[in-house]
T-cell receptor, first 112, second 113 residues
Framework: LAKTTQPISMDSYEGQEVNITCSHNNIATNDYITWYQQFPSQGPRFIIQGYKTKVTNEVASLFIPADRKSSTLSLPRVSLSDTAVYYCLVGDWGAGSYQLTFGKGTKLSVIP | DTAVSQTPKYLVTQMGNDKSIKCEQNLGHDTMYWYKQDSKKFLKIMFSYNNKELIINETVPNRFSPKSPDKAHLNLHINSLELGDSAVYFC????????????FGPGTRLTVT
């Protein structure tokens, strides 16, 4: 089974750039890396997805090195509303079945 | 318009009962999922359905059974509920399997007493 590892929590001041790294050593060749955001009492919400190198959208950037064994979610100039749990998701081919593995999540607290 | 909806939002029941949670998506997606989020906030996939076929099946107890009457619905049936089943259950859908963003429902908080 692939396992993902993320920091349990991070603190940041408003206006700073925040980088959250996820390790996924056993990522399969065809797997994509996806990040989700979850606010309390809500379902997760898609942020960004990538396969390699760099992907950028209107809310975040995703950096993936050549070996794809990790990925970094970058949130530019965070605000209080970015306080949430961020999950890293990769596909995993293990034990003969295709399984989705969410990271345990990183709780980001943005401080005014 | 709600993309992915779940009913009920809260469910309180006693051990040994059988209950169902309903999920509907109006996005025209091909794949639907059920996730369990426990008290420690770990989010784990339970099932995935693509065009009415089970394509992912985590090692969950067979007391849990997904049922899909059509592409827009994936219901979760739970038999003989146990205390450890208490959690928040999320339904989700995606256009295709795994490589595309998933849209999550608001969750159903199940409490077994």
């Amino acid at each position: 089974l692939a396992k993902t590892t993320q920091p349990i929590s991070m603190d940041s001041y408003e206006g700073q750039e925040v980088n959250i790294t996820c390790s996924h050593n056993n990522i399969a060749t065809n797997d994509y890396i996806t990040w989700y955001q979850q606010f309390p009492s809500q379902g997760p919400r898609f942020i960004i997805q990538g396969y390699k190198t760099k992907v950028t959208n209107e809310v975040a950037s995703l950096f993936i090195p050549a070996d794809r064994k990790s990925s970094t979610l970058s949130l530019p100039r965070v605000s209080l509303s970015d306080t949430a749990v961020y999950y890293c998701l990769v596909g995993d081919w293990g034990a003969g079945s295709y399984q989705l593995t969410f990271g345990k999540g990183t709780k980001l607290s943005v401080i005014p | 318009d709600t993309a992915v909806s779940q009913t009920p939002k809260y469910l309180v029941t006693q051990m040994g009962n059988d209950k169902s949670i309903k999920c509907e998506q109006n996005l025209g997606h091909d794949t639907m999922y059920w996730y369990k989020q426990d008290s420690k906030k770990f989010l784990k996939i339970m099932f995935s359905y693509n065009n009415k076929e089970l394509i992912i099946n985590e090692t969950v107890p067979n007391r849990f059974s997904p049922k899909s009457p059509d592409k827009a619905h994936l219901n979760l049936h739970i038999n003989s509920l146990e205390l450890g089943d208490s959690a928040v259950y999320f339904c989700a859908s995606s256009q295709e399997t795994l490589y595309y963003e998933q849209y999550f429902g608001p969750g159903t908080r199940l409490t077994v007493t």
